[in-house]
């Protein structure tokens, strides 16, 4: 149970609005929860930079989490990046060097407020953890420490644009999304009559970004800009990097821990993309008494014993049967003193035609060709959890359209924590095309539950920098990387490798149907296994505890589905996702927010060219004299060289449509 805390150990007051001045002239507006009595007892201060409109968009989970943090004897400040909320300015991109500046401005001026110490940490998800790790990088000198969760330190490997080479349609669902919200206008609450003159510089400054991101299908200098495992070495402060399993930037976590050479730790738990105090999937954990641990640590110099727990901790899930989503995942937490960890260990299994085997065995060669429509049971490749569905469900029709390799049934329970990876050997009639290996659980009853997915562009086998096509009729050889894992496999279960070379609606297929043979007993499988440790010690948290949310009531519940149509004369298979996150009034500041979106992915069966993406936000806001709503709409189509890429954006006022823009372009395919 979450605990509401009322009463802290330094009484909570609330600055808002307060704008931070840049050296450009440019005004930042931010929120800031602190001790009434920070003038006369300083406090370090604690930002979160990032672009979701902080009073009527992350207000939800700001006011449960920064002034309780902010009761423990800290200045929370939370900060609308320019361009967005109530900032002035424009914004064009994500992680720009603009943003980093501003980052350094902002902890400068924290740091130089009457009631700070000097002494900042800087914090975030996503986005906010995403620039926490590079502003880190840039060495702000007042900046001591950073907590950054569910982000990535490589924006090519594992971010929502790119996977393993592939294009990921998650791009232009994304894409979709920050088009309708850059075009919301600031609140005229806080801005006055300012609002309409900066509104309308918004409009005019829209642009369609995956038309940026589709341009780079490589790793190419764009990406590297922002990646701080170009250089670790340049982040010089202590860093606690989070995610969850359930979330598509787990891995970051491990390798961060192994590339850092600075004071660090790593958490990863059960959880999709949300703060540990949501517990979502569950359990939820008392995050807030742990980074105030951290703070403190790091920020006033006191020895909370944060550092004397794990190294890394990470959770174990028990096995489960698949499900669209789950409240809450069984399970445990174990701790690891150092990642690699020398509790685990590698066990190579052989890829033979009767299964995976311990030695190597000959036998009949294995064609892999999936149909295009393999993929459709994997699930959304950014789960959001809660009651939306995004998550795999049972596996076996996915099974069945790529090659299996089962183990015999488990004669005592297997702990995997680690990546597991696929050394693959093949000749291929094409010279382009992916392979996806996933990762199952096999219950007695023969339901496949997904435990973990990787998938390599074949053009990407010697690096993702430099493409280079397979030769039709060679041997090729390649290394799959599945994302890391925490997974307990019951004995009587079996594990299951499946390779599959179609993935929609998650990845772009390839232009071609490619037809690839493998040799039995010549590709691998690595695990990484986790042995029993003697003596372990149980590792836990305390339960979470949050400050009051915002006052809100809610006019129109939120609706979650997924929804799939076969036409049976045409073969065209449609995956329809609709969320509704319903209508909310904050009755604290009169404002009105709602948002909906629509994905709709098609494609028809035996043809790769027919992939079709849409997807679409509707965005509105009521605060002051703004009646507001944007709509986005975004499409997406391939030809065998070149994706087609339409956009447009519509923005009302009162109902009225008073903008809209829109365009139509080809991008070239590179290799992809």
Request: proline fraction near 7%; charged fraction near 25%.
């Amino acid at each position: 149970m979450t605990t509401v805390v009322e009463t802290f150990p330094r009484t909570v007051t609330c600055l808002d609005p307060m704008f931070i001045p840049m050296s450009d002239g440019t005004r930042l507006a931010a929120t800031i929860w602190l001790p009434q009595d920070a003038e006369a007892n300083p406090v370090p201060a604690i930002l979160e930079l990032i672009p979701y409109r902080r009073r009527d968009g992350t207000v939800f989970r700001d006011t449960k989490m920064h002034p309780y943090v902010a009761g423990h004897g800290f200045a929370c400040c939370r900060v609308d990046i320019r361009g967005s909320g109530d900032s002035e300015g424009i914004l064009s991109d994500e992680y720009t060097e603009q943003e980093q500046n501003d980052a350094c401005e902002i902890i400068a001026w924290l740091a130089a407020q009457s009631w700070s110490t000097g002494a900042v940490g800087m914090t975030g998800i996503s986005w906010g953890g995403f620039n926490a790790l590079q502003v880190a990088a840039r060495q702000p000198p007042a900046l001591k420490a950073i907590i950054a969760l569910c982000c990535s330190d490589d924006r090519y490997a594992d971010d929502v644009h790119y996977f393993g080479g592939c294009l990921l349609t998650e791009d232009g669902m994304w894409s979709s999304l920050m088009l309708a919200m850059s075009a919301l206008p600031p609140d005229p609450q806080i801005v006055g009559e300012r609002w309409r003159q900066m509104w309308r510089e918004r409009l005019e400054a829209t642009t369609c970004w995956s038309s940026t991101w589709m341009c780079h299908q490589r790793r190419d200098a764009y990406w590297k800009r922002g990646s701080v495992c170009e250089d670790f070495a340049k982040i010089r402060i202590p860093v606690y990097a989070i995610s969850g399993w359930d979330d598509t930037y787990s891995n970051a976590v491990p390798r961060l821990l192994e590339g850092l050479s600075v004071p660090r730790k790593g958490l990863v738990g059960p959880w999709t993309h949300a703060y540990p105090f949501l517990g979502n999937p569950g359990p939820a954990i008392g995050y807030l008494q742990e980074a105030i641990r951290w703070w403190r640590h790091w920020l006033e110099g006191v020895d909370t014993g944060v550092m004397d727990g794990p190294f890394y901790t990470a959770w174990i899930n028990d096995p489960h049967a698949p499900a669209p989503f789950y409240p809450e995942h069984a399970g445990r937490f174990v701790g690891e003193p150092s990642w690699p960890s020398p509790n685990v260990k590698t066990e190579v299994f052989h890829l033979n035609a009767g299964g995976l085997g311990k030695a190597a065995e000959g036998g009949r060669d294995l064609l892999l060709r999936s149909p295009v429509t393999a993929g459709r049971d994997c699930g959304r490749y950014g789960g959001y959890g809660g009651t939306v569905p995004d998550m795999p469900v049972d596996q076996r029709r996915e099974d069945e359209l790529g090659l299996c390799f089962d183990t015999p049934p488990l004669t005592e329970d297997l702990e995997l924590l680690g990546a597991p990876s696929v050394q693959v050997k093949g000749v291929s009639d094409s010279a382009g095309g992916f392979i996806v290996a996933r990762l199952c659980d096999v219950a007695p009853d023969g339901t496949s539950t997904l435990v973990t997915w990787g998938v390599l562009n074949l053009a990407h086998r010697h690096g993702h920098d430099e493409p280079e096509p397979l030769l039709p009729g060679e041997t090729f050889k390649a290394l799959i990387e599945l994302n890391h894992v925490g997974r307990r496999f019951s004995a009587g279960s079996r594990l299951r490798l499946v390779l599959s070379n179609q993935h929609w609606p998650i990845l772009w297929p390839s232009p071609e149907m490619p037809a690839i043979t493998l040799e039995s007993g010549a590709s691998r499988l690595s695990l990484p296994v986790r042995g029993p440790v003697a003596n372990e010690i149980p590792v836990g948290f305390e339960p979470p505890e949050i400050s009051a949310p915002v006052p809100s009531v809610e006019l129109n519940g939120e609706e979650h589905s997924r929804e799939i149509e076969v036409d049976g004369e045409t073969g065209c298979q449609t995956i329809t996702l609709t969320s509704d996150e319903g209508r909310h009034h904050l009755t604290d500041r009169s404002i009105v927010t709602a948002s909906r979106v629509v994905d709709r992915m098609s494609i028809i069966e035996g043809d790769p060219l027919s992939a079709r993406l849409e997807t679409g936000w509707d965005l509105s806001i009521k605060s002051g004299e703004a009646d507001i709503e944007t709509r986005s709409h975004l499409a997406i189509s391939t030809q065998a060289h070149r994706f087609r890429l339409s956009w447009r954006l519509e923005a009302f006022e009162r109902g009225r449509l008073v903008f809209e823009r829109g365009g139509d372009e080809w991008i070239r395919r590179d290799h992809i």
